[in-house]
């Protein structure tokens, strides 16, 4: 039986990216098995709403905007749509993407801020706060980093994160340094409001053994509340942030209005959709959290408390996935280890589905996930393309060369026997968020039906027995139907370019798992089929893996301090993004063919939003194909007719599966500067 009863509404959210930085592999180990849950539930036939938004307040985001001399919300809103832009691109679709600066977050946090003054879950305390005299300022939380008092670990003002990861009340760290400006800081009194945590001990321990998700969040939560739970400081001196009631001086902590964000971006979606929010949240709809397992403790403690005092429902189930290592190595953007989702994955012309298929199906979801530019490659080629892919275009090719459409055929008991007990094997441990064993279940159908072709030889029997060769055909596309919406969550844009192939007009998404069983229409057309994927070539990953290797050489150096710079030209560089290169000799230089080209024509490639398609007469007899990335900075109108200059004789490659020829020169500041002659030549000069 389902643990999803149809009468109750499903509610899903992802812990909000911090919009202080750019989306990164790490990110999405959260947000991508979210996004197929709410996917496989829809499949289902279940009634579920997916909403998420940006974490826009705190400490770190006034420290950035300060170091950038911009304001805070100028840096929020870069990042908010940063990463509103990224989720789509990676075929993550949202009902609802706020912010914790809208409005709706303001109003709900008031509210609920409120409602615990008004139920006697704050009181105000006298504390020491951290305070740099030389810059003249508080310091809370990320201005401020000491020796953690429990494990004496450095830690930063609210939390041990190297060390026993222990929360950290204002006052706590030992030796407090000024973040800023590198100084000593001292402790000052100055009145706070607290929440009585302590008083929820009992009923988080009864909440907590009942609590649906995975065992890793919940055995985590309960360790820890059954240590001595201690009340939380909820404001900070800050003027960033939603204000404490009655208090200009004082925001609420971000740990505070972040998870009140879930529900104002759901007051958000029923706004826009005539819809009730209070059925989730004041009701017996069911709450879902995907989070990082990194704040776990946030979610199933503090945050549930919360929600009781303030007398609101609490989370049905809180999912927390592993941790993630790039190479082996332990996740760290100062040490280069890390896979940025634009400009090392999505901008080098790789599917985001791929990506998607890697992160589900490397490993069960809460153990730790090691991307690798060679496992990744392994995991394409041999399951993708020579499994599932190989199954699709085999039956589609036979079938358009030898039929044109799908021919009349019995459909196998045992073929629709396989079906439903594949659906079965799916749905199940995908209710326990076993993601991988889903998609393996999956994945065996298509091996299934790879065998079902062979064992048949349908490449025989079209020779002595066309109808019967027919039948066989027309099993295996009846297999190949039910894997386009069994790997729909999974694979929804492939997906969607399937499901054309097999002559079906209808939305895929919205198709359901019960369809899967609907037999086939004889004299369905057939397109020819095209092939859906391809094999990630060795000469790609290396290169991939060469610009890894190379980030991290230089994270390297620039932590020992072996690049040995002025303090200016460290300034300039940081500025310009200027790389050193080593010197080259003239014979290097002379392998280089350059040559001044005419854009001919220009268009944006539609899969991405950096790159252009442009077509260069570089003196050749036709003109070359080439891919820039001046989609954001440059109007393809505008530039046709332009002469720009050309690295010719650089081995080609696919972005976005468009094939580059070559590349256009660029200045890289903060746009795309294209480098032109002085004057006009023939197309095809050499540059010398």
């Known amino acids: 039986m389902s643990k999803f009863p149809s009468d109750k509404p499903v509610l899903v959210t992802c812990g909000l990216p ?18 197929i849950f709410v996917r496989s539930l829809k499949k289902q036939g279940q009634e579920v709403t997916f909403v998420c938004g940006s974490d826009t307040h705190g400490t770190p985001v006034v420290v950035n905007a300060e170091q950038l001399n ?28 706020g912010t914790t600066d809208d409005p709706e977050n303001h109003n709900r946090t008031t509210e609920i801020v409120n409602k615990l003054i008004e139920n006697g879950y704050t009181y105000p305390k006298t504390i020491e706060i951290a305070y740099c005299p030389k810059c003249d300022r508080s310091l809370p939380d990320r201005y401020v980093e000491g020796t953690c008092p429990y494990c004496g670990e450095n830690a930063r003002g609210d939390e041990c994160d190297q060390g026993c990861e222990k929360h950290l009340e204002p006052g706590e760290l030992k030796e407090p340094k000024c973040t800023i400006c590198g100084g000593a800081a001292e402790y000052r009194k100055q009145e706070h409001f607290f929440f009585k945590l302590s008083e929820f001990k009992d009923f988080l321990l009864e909440y907590l053994e ?7 969040a919940r055995n985590y939560a309960i360790g820890w509340v059954k240590q001595e739970l201690t009340d939380w400081c909820i404001t900070r001196n800050l003027e960033w942030g939603v204000k404490f009631p ?63 005092g303030a007398g609101y429902s ?49 490993t069960s979801h809460t153990k730790e996930l090691n991307f690798s530019w060679k496992v990744f490659q392994e995991k394409i080629n041999t399951e993708l393309v020579a499994v599932f892919g190989n199954f699709l275009y085999r039956t589609l090719l036979f079938t358009h060369k030898n039929f044109g459409e799908i021919p009349p055929g019995e459909i196998d008991r045992d073929v629709l026997d396989n079906i439903e007990s594949t ?30 072709f062979q064992s048949n030889e349908p490449w025989k029997l079209i020779k002595e027995d066309k109808a019967a060769c027919g039948k066989v055909v027309a099993n295996c596309i009846q297999i190949a139907k039910a894997l386009i919406l069994l790997f729909e969550p999974v694979l929804p844009q492939k997906m969607e370019e399937a499901w054309a192939q097999i002559g079906m007009s209808d939305d895929v998404h919205a198709a359901t798992y019960s369809d899967a069983t609907v037999l086939v229409n004889s004299g369905t057309p057939l397109p020819m089929p095209v092939i859906l994927f391809e094999k990630i070539e060795d000469d790609k990953t290396e290169d991939m893996a060469k610009i890894a290797s190379k980030r991290v050489a230089g994270a390297i150096a ?56 442009l077509e260069v007469d570089i003196g050749e007899e036709t003109p070359r194909q080439l891919v820039a990335g001046i989609k954001e900075t440059h109007d393809p109108e505008q530039i046709i007719g332009r002469q720009v200059v050309v690295l010719a004789n650089l081995k080609p ?32 000069t050499r540059v010398r």
């Open 423 to 452: 659906i079965a094997n799916v749905n199940a441990p995908m209710e326990e968020y076993e993601f991988k064993k889903a998609v393996d279940s999956a994945m065996a159908l298509a091996s299934y039906g790879n065998a079902y």
């Open 314 to 362: 609490q989370p049905w189930a809180v999912v927390a996935s592993g941790m993630v290592k790039i190479e082996d190595k332990t996740f760290s953007k100062s040490r280069g280890y890390v896979v940025w989702v634009g400009e090392d994955y999505l901008d080098h012309g790789f599917h985001p589905d791929l990506l998607r298929y890697y992160l589900i199906s490397y």
């Open 70 to 97: 911009i304001t805070p919300t100028e840096l929020v809103q870069k990042y908010h749509k940063h990463f509103d832009e990224t989720f789509k691109d990676m075929n993550i679709h949202f009902d609802a993407f």
């Open 653 to 684: 490659a696919k972005l976005c599966g468009v094939e580059s020829r070559g590349m256009v020169l660029a200045g890289d500041t903060d746009g795309a500067v294209l480098l032109m002659p002085e004057a006009e030549v023939a197309p095809g």
């Open 210 to 216: 009942g609590m649906g998700g995975t065992l890793n």
């Open 18 to 35: 911090y919009a202080n930085g750019k989306a990164h592999v790490g990110h999405l180990r959260t947000y991508v098995p979210a996004d």
């Open 558 to 613: 620039k932590e020992s301090g072996t690049k040995e710079r002025s303090g200016k030209v460290k300034e300039m560089e940081e500025k310009t993004n200027i790389e050193t290169k080593e010197d080259i000799t003239f014979d290097d230089f002379s392998k280089i063919d350059i040559r001044i080209g005419t854009i001919v024509t220009a268009e944006p490639v539609k899969k991405s939003n950096k790159l252009m398609r």
């Open 246 to 308: 009655g208090y200009d001086d004082l925001v609420v902590y971000v740990w505070v209005d972040a998870p009140i964000g879930y529900i104002a971006f759901t007051e958000e979606w029923a706004n826009a959709n005539n819809e009730d929010w209070e059925k989730f949240w004041k009701g017996d709809g069911r709450i879902i959290h995907f989070i990082g397992g990194d704040i776990t403790y946030h979610h199933c403690v503090f945050w549930p408390a919360m929600l009781k």
